[in-house]
């Protein structure tokens, strides 16, 4: 018997195609993790395995994406493969009249990228961006923050928590107020429905939740011993367990909901874009192909297609026609970047840096993300609950089962929200490097923000949504770009967020991690 290591089954037949063959993998991983030093186990173990894994799973599909000759012609292009690019490819080649082409600077996502366990290892490597904000004496120590940018195929979803997690419904009856209409909570809601496959329909209200959709959603198999050991002190605090996608936000979940599969992480790459892509001949993909420019007639300002580039060879400059539509879904930082490439953006800068202007618009000047301030550090009675000489084991009961530790993210399965009643912390901490203060002072405070506040890596905004008579917005409530007498280039989520619940201007965060939003609005 060969089971294949692989769900997909194209990446991994040539290289992993037996369970001998990944437990001679482990046995390898543990007799090099016997010559490290024992008291760093945890992470070098971890990291000959990626290493290993890497070797043998980040391989480009044999269907590699083919070149595409100069001035071919689609109805729809779609640019950037993320979050929402895979959810737009897959449904608008349901119409087959229709040829869509879905252009991505990164590859395949590789199967390593599945492991929930191991998901801050997918970052700053090929299959990341790998920003880093510019340097604030007011966060990160002042050195910048690392800002994770998913460049693959499934974009950020392949990076991030998985958590799956919609927002509180305020947040969207905001955006509505605020002159978009179509974007109030009872909108929306039926996206996030028809997306959502949901596997445990013991917790959740069918009203709120879907079972039929391309997104598979789950509890972990693995509950995190620490994530028990915080639920029971929430609890006595008052908490009680509730489903955060349902009718009421508050509360606490052990489990939380994750966008996951048999205990593997479930992009939209592989919900949306993986089962169709080899059988619909109208939808084609290329991979590696960073779009340097979005091509509009300065005159009707009416996008026609796109110029873009093959693994970052600037040499050769490939263009494509759109007979439809020019549909930018580069995510929140690169789609203001095309957009002023384009000639899309504020004047001043545009002329600055000597880009022709097509359109005066704001593209950029609304970013915002979540911040936090870390630094609690308490004690327990028990010992650790991990243990260096259960690593190699952990591994092997993944590669077998898709069981164990690595088949959840740990202690972050856990999730509560509340309403803050009372401001004052009731622990007294003291952050590293800020002990030369005297606690609870002025200066305490401003070393510990200036050394703990970081990003949690969820950047919106950039091209707001509103209302032709919002001076801000770039994107108006259909998500068309507000050209002048153009209509043909439309911006995806997550880049127009306009509102923050609770704010009283528009322009802010919401409330909830914006996978999950981003890939219910581009769901038509």
Same mark, same amino acid.
């Given at each position: 018997?060969?089971?294949?290591?692989?769900?997909?089954?194209?990446?991994?037949?040539?290289?992993?195609?037996?369970?001998?063959?990944?437990?001679?993998?482990?046995?390898?991983?543990?007799?090099?993790?016997?010559?490290?030093?024992?008291?760093?186990?945890?992470?070098?173990?971890?990291?000959?395995?990626?290493?290993?894994?890497?070797?043998?799973?980040?391989?480009?599909?044999?269907?590699?994406?083919?070149?595409?000759?100069?001035?071919?012609?689609?109805?729809?292009?779609?640019?950037?493969?993320?979050?929402?690019?895979?959810?737009?490819?897959?449904?608008?080649?349901?119409?087959?009249?229709?040829?869509?082409?879905?252009?991505?600077?990164?590859?395949?996502?590789?199967?390593?990228?599945?492991?929930?366990?191991?998901?801050?290892?997918?970052?700053?490597?090929?299959?990341?961006?790998?920003?880093?904000?510019?340097?604030?004496?007011?966060?990160?120590?002042?050195?910048?923050?690392?800002?994770?940018?998913?460049?693959?195929?499934?974009?950020?979803?392949?990076?991030?928590?998985?958590?799956?997690?919609?927002?509180?419904?305020?947040?969207?009856?905001?955006?509505?107020?605020?002159?978009?209409?179509?974007?109030?909570?009872?909108?929306?809601?039926?996206?996030?429905?028809?997306?959502?496959?949901?596997?445990?329909?013991?917790?959740?209200?069918?009203?709120?939740?879907?079972?039929?959709?391309?997104?598979?959603?789950?509890?972990?198999?693995?509950?995190?011993?620490?994530?028990?050991?915080?639920?029971?002190?929430?609890?006595?605090?008052?908490?009680?367990?509730?489903?955060?996608?349902?009718?009421?936000?508050?509360?606490?979940?052990?489990?939380?909901?994750?966008?996951?599969?048999?205990?593997?992480?479930?992009?939209?790459?592989?919900?949306?874009?993986?089962?169709?892509?080899?059988?619909?001949? !109208?939808?084609?993909?290329?991979?590696?192909?960073?779009?340097?420019?979005?091509?509009?007639?300065?005159?009707?300002?009416?996008?026609?297609?796109?110029?873009?580039?093959?693994?970052?060879?600037?040499?050769?400059?490939?263009?494509?026609?759109?007979?439809?539509?020019?549909?930018?879904?580069?995510?929140?930082?690169?789609?203001?970047?095309?957009?002023?490439?384009?000639?899309?953006?504020?004047?001043?800068?545009?002329?600055?840096?000597?880009?022709?202007?097509?359109?005066?618009?704001?593209?950029?000047?609304?970013?915002?993300?979540?911040?936090?301030?870390?630094?609690?550090?308490?004690?327990?009675?028990?010992?650790?609950?991990?243990?260096?000489?259960?690593?190699?084991?952990?591994?092997?009961?993944?590669?077998?089962?898709?069981?164990?530790?690595?088949?959840?993210?740990?202690?972050?399965?856990?999730?509560?929200?509340?309403?803050?009643?009372?401001?004052?912390?009731?622990?007294?901490?003291?952050?590293?490097?800020?002990?030369?203060?005297?606690?609870?002072?002025?200066?305490?405070?401003?070393?510990?923000?200036?050394?703990?506040?970081?990003?949690?890596?969820?950047?919106?905004?950039?091209?707001?949504?509103?209302?032709?008579?919002?001076?801000?917005?770039?994107?108006?409530?259909?998500?068309?770009?507000?050209?002048?007498?153009?209509?043909?280039?439309?911006?995806?989520?997550?880049?127009?967020?306009?509102?923050?619940?609770?704010?009283?201007?528009?322009?802010?965060?919401?409330?909830? !991690?914006?996978?999950?939003?981003?890939?219910?609005?581009?769901?038509?």
């Amino acid at each position: 018997m060969s089971p294949s290591v692989s769900r997909s089954g194209h990446l991994l037949k040539q290289e992993v195609t037996s369970l001998i063959q990944v437990e001679r993998l482990i046995e390898y991983i543990m007799e090099t993790a016997a010559t490290i030093n024992s008291t760093a186990c945890v992470i070098n173990t971890a990291n000959t395995f990626m290493t290993l894994m890497t070797t043998l799973l980040a391989v480009r599909s044999p269907n590699i994406s083919p070149l595409d000759s100069n001035n071919a012609e689609y109805d729809f292009i779609i640019v950037g493969g993320g979050s929402a690019g895979c959810v737009l490819a897959r449904r608008l080649s349901e119409i087959h009249s229709w040829n869509v082409l879905l252009l991505e600077a990164g590859g395949e996502e590789p199967d390593f990228a599945d492991i929930p366990g191991l998901a801050l290892f997918n970052s700053e490597n090929s299959l990341d961006w790998s920003y880093r904000t510019v340097p604030d004496e007011r966060s990160c120590n002042g050195i910048g923050c690392f800002w994770p940018r998913g460049k693959v195929l499934g974009g950020s979803s392949v990076l991030n928590a998985i958590v799956y997690v919609r927002g509180n419904p305020e947040d969207y009856d905001q955006w509505e107020e605020f002159g978009n209409s179509g974007w109030s909570f009872k909108d929306v809601l039926p996206y996030f429905i028809k997306s959502e496959n949901n596997h445990d329909p013991s917790i959740v209200d069918p009203n709120y939740h879907g079972f039929n959709g391309p997104l598979n959603v789950e509890q972990f198999r693995h509950l995190d011993e620490n994530a028990v050991t915080i639920v029971e002190a929430l609890k006595e605090l008052g908490y009680n367990e509730g489903d955060f996608n349902g009718a009421h936000q508050e509360g606490l979940v052990l489990r939380s909901q994750h966008t996951a599969y048999n205990g593997r992480r479930w992009s939209t790459n592989r919900g949306y874009l993986q089962p169709v892509r080899y059988v619909r001949s !109208n939808l084609k993909v290329i991979t590696y192909a960073t779009v340097t420019r979005i091509l509009i007639n300065p005159q009707s300002r009416v996008a026609y297609g796109v110029e873009y580039i093959l693994n970052e060879d600037s040499n050769t400059v490939f263009t494509v026609m759109a007979t439809k539509e020019v549909i930018l879904s580069a995510g929140s930082l690169n789609t203001p970047q095309v957009l002023m490439l384009s000639g899309v953006g504020p004047r001043e800068h545009l002329e600055e840096l000597g880009i022709p202007v097509i359109a005066d618009l704001r593209v950029g000047y609304n970013l915002h993300d979540h911040t936090y301030s870390s630094g609690v550090v308490y004690l327990l009675n028990e010992t650790s609950k991990l243990h260096c000489s259960q690593e190699e084991n952990d591994y092997l009961e993944y590669m077998t089962t898709a069981t164990g530790h690595l088949a959840s993210t740990g202690v972050t399965q856990t999730v509560a929200f509340d309403k803050p009643q009372n401001p004052d912390d009731a622990i007294e901490y003291m952050f590293i490097g800020c002990e030369n203060f005297t606690f609870a002072t002025e200066p305490y405070w401003r070393c510990a923000v200036r050394t703990t506040t970081a990003t949690v890596f969820h950047p919106v905004g950039t091209c707001k949504m509103g209302p032709s008579s919002d001076t801000e917005a770039v994107v108006d409530p259909q998500l068309n770009t507000l050209l002048p007498r153009g209509d043909t280039l439309q911006g995806l989520p997550d880049e127009e967020y306009p509102t923050h619940r609770g704010s009283d201007h528009e322009g802010e965060n919401s409330s909830q !991690n914006h996978d999950l939003p981003t890939l219910s609005q581009a769901d038509p």
